[in-house]
């Protein structure tokens, strides 16, 4: 399916390889940093936002903000009001990190489609933040209605660690 689809629902139980795998990743450190964060996001509306390579900010109509971005082989995150720094700018297209907008030659969900993380950010403007999804390495920003801003680390063509940003509905 495409990322702009809808969902397919099964009613199948975890296996218990993978219901061990997800509780190993709600228990883990990384989802413990990114949790810091919900209290300070949860039902703002995205007023606009700002995208690079490497990650994205999300302007709230409260004049706060929060950067997502990579750093390192995982997804960052930064909060704060006003203006951004300089810093968090460049961190949203830092040239330590691989271009994920082509179609990429690999196995993982949508790698046949080009990405750009501006126009897939764009879509939640308006929307207000309801939750956080969670992964090993990165972590989604969830909206009303069950859409999300996917975010994917992934290697691009020459293998680089790469983000992709989907705005897709579960």
């Known amino acids: 399916m495409k990322h702009d689809e809808e969902p397919v629902r099964e009613e199948e139980e975890l296996s218990p390889e993978l219901a061990e795998m997800a509780e190993g990743i ?14 300070e996001i ?39 009001s006003g203006t951004p720094s300089a810093e968090v700018v460049r961190a949203l297209s830092s ?7 082509e ?6 969900p949508y790698a046949e489609e080009p990405c750009s993380i501006a126009e897939q950010v764009a879509s939640c403007h308006g929307q ?24 994917m680390i992934v290697p691009d063509e020459d293998g680089r660690t790469a983000l992709r940003v989907f705005w897709e509905q579960w």
């Open 26 to 39: 709600l228990q883990s450190d990384y989802v413990r940093y990114v949790r810091e964060m919900q209290p």
């Open 42 to 80: 949860l039902d703002k509306e995205v007023a606009s936002s700002q995208a690079g390579s490497s990650g994205f900010l999300l302007f709230f109509s409260d004049g706060t903000w929060v950067a997502s971005y990579l750093e390192g082989e995982r997804l960052a995150y930064q909060l704060g």
């Open 95 to 101: 040239s330590a990190y691989g271009d994920g907008s």
């Open 103 to 108: 179609p990429l030659p690999i196995d993982h």
């Open 128 to 151: 207000r933040v309801v939750g956080l999804a969670f992964g090993s390495d990165c972590f989604n920003f969830c909206f009303p209605e069950g859409w999300e801003l996917e975010t």
